[in-house]
Nanobody, 116 residues
Framework: QVHLVESGGGFVQPGGSLRLSCAGS????????MNWYRQVPGKEREIVAE???????YYVDDVKGRFTISRDNAEHTVTLQMTSLKPEDTAVYLC??????????WGQGTQVTVSS
């Protein structure tokens, strides 16, 4: 059974940093693209960052230069280092594992709140 478990969310002041981690199990981690999404109530879920199975990365424009995604295939983890956080980064952050057309798995999410 596939499990994705996020950790590291919390409350931080604007300009601060947080490090989110996602631990995967029950699937061949190294063969999946790993993604971080975020969701705000009343808005569509949006992708924040992706790291492919080969290590290529993608970031949505408003986090470029502030967020860094990385993966450790040996530990089956994906990490999102977030710096220079803004109030508009406040959201539930969800870990996603994706491969091809049929394999798409989600974690439960972790809350990130950026406020003074």
């Amino acid at each position: 059974q596939v499990h994705l478990v996020e950790s590291g969310g919390g409350f931080v002041q604007p300009g601060g940093s947080l490090r989110l981690s996602c631990a995967g199990s029950g699937f061949t981690f190294s063969t999946y693209a790993m993604n971080w999404y975020r969701q705000v109530p009343g808005k569509e879920r949006e992708i924040v960052a992706e790291i492919t199975s080969s290590g290529s990365t993608y970031y949505v424009d408003d986090v470029k230069g502030r967020f860094t995604i990385s993966r450790d295939n040996a530990e089956h983890t994906v990490t999102l280092q977030m710096t220079s956080l803004k109030p508009e980064d406040t959201a539930v952050y969800l870990c996603n594992a994706h491969r091809g057309r049929y394999y798409n798995h989600w974690g439960q999410g972790t809350q990130v709140t950026v406020s003074s």
